[in-house]
């Protein structure tokens, strides 16, 4: 289409839309590049998860591809020995207070940081930060679907499904730092909310936090 443009991602050169965000002009045309956070119709990206760093020629520094507009004759990066170290150290942040038995996972083999760990040879494993085991209660109160918060990575998509999809607004963060979760209003059990299990939110979930009951391990349950 004559209105596009043509920007070149790890010597591949491809014709974009103006105004779309780097991260989703890479995936579009095959190329992965690592996100957890990132929503296509987010305007103002909040960029928290800091696992989609990409090199831009005549940038001094890396930058979040999901934040950054695509420019004709964009010469894009997705790996390089600084690109490799930021996203590493973004992944084991994440890990570090995971709960990282797969193998009891609802989400186990369907899992973004699986696929995350596969295709940047990283390792579900904590090594270098210490792990901090948080005790969550499960939530089990709606019908289909329970909340495991000791498996959440706090990307937010079931906050957006929630409020912007579902327009129900039953979810949101809560605290700071380290206790930041996902919570409802008064911490009230999802089925003592105003969440209407619409299950939009389950969907969105990319690790297996928000799970459907009928996919539990017998190990998690
Ligand atoms: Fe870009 Fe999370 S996807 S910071």
């Not at 991260?23 to 590049?33: E, M, R, S």
């Not at 990575?153 to 906050?159: A, P, S, T």
């Not at 979810?171 to 619409?198: E, H, W, Y």
């Amino acid at each position: 289409m004559s209105d596009q443009i043509t920007i070149t991602i790890d010597g591949r050169q491809i014709n974009v839309m103006p105004g779309l965000k780097l991260l989703w002009a890479a995936l579009d045309n095959g190329i992965y590049i690592p996100h957890l956070c990132a929503i296509r119709e987010e305007i103002r990206p909040n960029a928290s998860c800091r696992l989609c760093f990409v090199e831009i020629e005549g940038s001094k520094h890396p930058v979040t591809s999901c934040t950054k507009t695509v420019e004709e004759n964009m010469v894009v990066k997705t790996r390089s020995p600084r690109i490799d170290r930021l996203v590493k150290t973004a992944f084991e942040l994440i890990i570090s207070d995971h709960n990282l038995k797969c193998n009891e996972c609802p989400a186990n083999k369907n899992c973004v940081l699986q696929t995350i760990a596969k295709e940047r040879g990283l390792r579900l494993k904590q090594k270098r930060f210490k792990s901090i085991v948080r005790e969550f209660e499960l939530d089990d109160s709606p019908e289909v679907f329970a909340f495991d918060r000791s498996r959440c990575v706090l990307c937010g998509q079931c906050i957006w499904a929630d409020r912007v999809e579902a327009k129900v607004g039953a979810i949101g963060f809560t605290n700071r730092g380290i206790k930041r979760m996902v919570t409802t209003f008064k911490d009230l059990p999802l089925a003592d909310s105003i969440c209407t299990q619409c299950t939009l939110c389950v969907d969105a979930c990319p690790v297996g936090a928000l799970y459907y009951k009928k996919d539990r391990k017998e190990a998690g349950s």
